[in-house]
């Protein structure tokens, strides 16, 4: 069982920057995939990034966004520069026990078995 807490989010102007942590709990954090999705008002939840043996990124994020973590602190971080009014939506931290790997299935909301209660990142233009 692992337990996720994001912080971090806050309202920002249009090419500011902000990060994002998800705290985990457990002792096998390490083991797991962690990724960052997102929500809009009125929109399905969209992958952003992900990070396990490899790293992932949606191509709306692409350069401007950078996801990270820290094993000893069992803690993901995103990194988003050059915000843009349409990064606006509720950020959620996920985890991931699978062993497989690959660009769609780390996408998939779906194959995630834990999620964060989400923290609220709203840019302002």
């Known amino acids: 069982q692992v337990q996720l807490v994001e912080s971090g989010g806050g309202l920002v102007q249009a090419g500011g920057s902000l990060r994002l942590s998800c705290a985990g709990s457990g002792r096998t954090f390490s083991t797991y995939r962690m990724a960052w999705f997102r929500q809009a008002p009125g929109k399905e939840r969209e992958f952003v990034a992900s990070?396990?043996?490899?790293?992932y990124y949606a191509d709306s994020v692409k350069g401007r966004f950078t996801i990270s973590r820290d094993n000893a602190k069992s803690t993901v971080y995103l990194q988003m520069n050059s915000l843009k009014p349409e990064d606006t939506a509720v950020y959620y931290c996920a985890a991931d026990r699978t062993s497989v790997d690959g660009p769609s299935y780390a996408a998939a909301a779906s194959n995630y078995d834990y999620w964060g209660q989400g923290t609220q990142v709203t840019v302002s233009s």
């Open positions: 990070i396990w043996l490899s790293t």
